[in-house]
């Protein structure tokens, strides 16, 4: 079981964003046992003074900007869904609500609200979603015979356009110097962490269960979402970089 995930590469809301999906995994399954119960409890500790540190970046005019655009492609695809599900539950057509049918299995796919999804998340998620809308001959008909078309394209501008303030965000608070006390709090953070998921190998070697693979193949996907969010910026960094 591999979980390192380079952390310095994280801004700090990416961070608490880890921390705050793992705890929510770990309580999700609540496995018996006192050693890892001590060591969520740290981790639940640990995350407190990041959280009182991100409260002071979210008084950025970018961060306020920011929640205006996640809220433009949350009504994109809500309102997609919910033009979908209107045709499906009320369309007197049966092919027609056969197209809705596939298309909001389509949406499905991808979990119940993925307006829900923390920024990082829903941004990748949504990206997956209209590439297959694009790839996948019979969604495209689908959105097509809908009438969707258009709210489509307004989806994949709205996250287009969240996930270049997103990044206009991170350098802003990248150019920032970090105090001393967040980086502190963020070492003990990646200490904390590390222990946790460190416990959690051991008990799964020792004596498998089926809640904790459960456990670790979701934790396996989290980590992977954020190990391609770094793998993306490094990219980035590379073809900005000037030539030699």
């Known amino acids: 079981m591999h979980f390192e995930i380079p952390q310095y590469r994280l801004v700090l809301g990416e961070v608490l964003s880890v921390g705050n999906?793992?705890?929510t995994l770990f309580n999700k399954y609540n496995l018996p046992n006192d050693g890892l119960a001590t060591k969520l409890n740290?981790?639940?500790s640990a995350i407190i003074p990041l959280t009182d540190a991100f409260s002071n970046e979210k008084s950025s005019q970018l961060?306020?900007?920011?929640?205006?655009?996640?809220q433009r492609r949350d009504k994109a695809i809500n309102g997609i869904k919910a033009i979908a599900t209107s045709y499906f539950v009320n369309h007197f057509n049966e092919a027609t609500k056969s197209q809705a049918?596939?298309?909001?299995?389509?949406?499905?796919?991808?979990?119940?609200?993925?307006?829900?999804?923390?920024?990082?998340l829903e941004s990748e998620t949504l990206r997956n979603l209209l590439e297959d809308f694009e790839t996948d001959p019979k969604l495209s008909a689908a959105i097509?015979?809908?009438?969707?078309?258009?709210?489509?394209?307004?989806?994949?501008?709205?996250?287009?356009?969240?996930?270049?303030?997103?990044?206009?965000r991170n350098e802003e608070i990248a150019d920032k110097?970090?105090?001393?006390?967040?980086?502190?709090?963020?070492?003990?953070?990646?200490?904390?962490?590390?222990?946790?998921?460190?416990?959690?190998?051991?008990?799964?070697?020792?004596?498998p269960t089926q809640p904790q693979q459960k456990l670790i193949d979701e934790l396996t996907i989290l980590h992977g979402t954020f190990a391609r969010l770094i793998q993306a910026r490094n990219k980035k960094d590379d073809n900005s970089s000037p030539a030699e």
């Open 101 to 120: 049918d596939l298309l909001l299995r389509a949406i499905a796919k991808y979990g119940d609200n993925i307006a829900d999804l923390n920024y990082q």
């Open 177 to 207: 110097k970090i105090d001393v006390s967040t980086k502190l709090a963020r070492k003990d953070f990646a200490a904390s962490y590390k222990l946790l998921l460190k416990h959690l190998d051991s008990m799964h070697t020792l004596a």
């Open 42 to 44: 740290n981790l639940k």
């Open 63 to 70: 961060s306020k900007t920011i929640a205006l655009a996640d």
């Open 144 to 168: 097509a015979a809908l009438f969707l078309t258009e709210w489509v394209v307004e989806l994949k501008a709205a996250n287009i356009a969240f996930t270049d303030i997103y990044m206009q």
């Open 21 to 23: 999906d793992t705890i």
